[in-house]
């Protein structure tokens, strides 16, 4: 069973603060990715890393940024956390014409 | 680009009854298309996928799937709804390329009526 972990299931941060959202995949998959979800928008994708070290915009990246020192390893960060982010958090990781999703984090910012 | 296009945020059906729920798409690669369902603070659970091969897919928990391109259309079908069976739904279409992520609809929650 593929199974995606992320670091935490909910996590309360202040305005300002710097951010750190863990995700780790365990099938030694290529591609992982970045979502957030809203309510009545529903998930859109943040980056997304084809390899290590590699990464690449999705379609919301301003705010954040990302990090893939391993393959197993895929983290997102938020550099100066604003109430605006907000969001539900979910990482993905993904086989050849499917995707694996993490149970996601909860984040607040107040 | 891709897109995709959920009808109807909220549908509601007695338990037992048929459960439609509607996907349009707009893909300019054939597309690989996707339904996955979310339970009450879980993440997302792959239901089924088409990726170019029988029209009509089956899915898990008795979900099924009918590609019809001249349509556009994704629809989300099962015989007869289970209380269980109430939750969010997302239809989503992938970018194109293999690293490029997935297009999601906004999302149908699925209500239940006893």
């Known amino acids: 069973d593929v199974k995606v972990t992320q670091s935490s299931r909910y996590l309360v941060k202040r305005t300002g603060e710097k951010v750190f959202l863990e995700c780790v995949q365990d099938?030694?998959?290529?591609?992982m990715f970045w979502y957030r979800q809203d309510p009545g928008l529903g998930l859109r994708l943040i980056y997304f890393?084809?390899?290590?070290?590699?990464?690449e915009k999705g379609d919301i990246p301003e705010g954040y940024s990302v990090s893939r020192e391993k393959k197993e390893r895929f983290s997102l960060i938020l550099e100066s956390a604003s109430t605006n982010q907000t969001s539900m958090y979910l990482c993905?990781?993904?086989?050849?014409?499917?995707?694996?999703f993490g149970p996601g984090t909860r984040l607040t910012v107040t | 680009a891709q897109s995709v296009t959920q009808l109807g945020s909220h549908v509601s059906v007695s338990e037992g009854a048929l459960v439609l729920l509607r996907c349009n798409y707009s893909?300019?690669?054939?597309?690989?298309l996707f339904w996955y369902v979310q339970y009450p603070n879980q993440g997302l659970q792959l239901l089924l996928k088409?990726?170019?091969?029988?029209?009509l897919v089956k899915g898990i928990n008795g979900f099924e799937a009918e590609f019809k391109k001249s349509e556009t259309s994704f629809h989300l079908t099962k015989p007869s709804a289970h209380m269980s069976d109430a939750a969010e739904y997302f239809c989503?279409?992938?970018?194109?390329?293999?690293?490029?992520?997935?297009?999601f609809g906004k999302g149908t929650h699925l209500i239940i009526q006893p």
């Open positions: 993905a990781s993904s086989a050849p014409r499917e995707q694996y």
């Open positions: 099938m030694d998959h290529e591609n």
């Open positions: 890393s084809y390899d290590v070290k590699m990464k």
């Open positions: 893909s300019s690669v054939p597309p690989y």
């Open positions: 088409y990726t170019s091969a029988a029209t």
């Open positions: 989503a279409v992938r970018k194109g390329g293999g690293a490029d992520g997935l297009t």
